[in-house]
């Protein structure tokens, strides 16, 4: 963790580093830590469609299931083509209903 936070914060502050930071907090249950991780990535790259998802799911691991399906609803309507929104809808239709043409 030294090492990624010293990367995140000095070396190289950017997106993927804080992302990097984000997905080792989650490792470690540290879910207000990652939070914040993620929520710098996605502010240094608001596209970053993983930092994204990822939010969303540390959320929904910490019991926080109204914040979680808020972003997922904003990952899904940004990232419509993207494999976890795929897999959003198939895991959870009763949230997360596909679009029918």
């Known amino acids: 963790m030294p090492i990624l936070l010293e990367q995140a914060e000095h070396i190289q502050p950017d997106a993927m580093s804080w992302f990097q930071l ?3 907090y989650g490792d470690l249950g540290q879910s ?3 939070i914040k991780s993620y929520e710098k990535a996605l502010n240094l790259d608001p596209e970053y469609d993983l930092a994204m998802f990822n939010l969303g799911g540390v959320y929904w691991n910490r019991g926080s299931i109204v914040e979680a399906l808020d972003i997922w ?14 897999k959003l809808q198939r895991d959870f239709p009763q949230f997360f209903p ?3 043409d």
């Open 22 to 24: 984000g997905a080792a």
């Open 32 to 34: 207000e830590q990652a």
């Open 73 to 86: 609803r904003r990952a899904i309507e940004r990232f419509p083509d993207h494999e976890l929104t795929a």
């Open 98 to 100: 596909r679009d029918i």
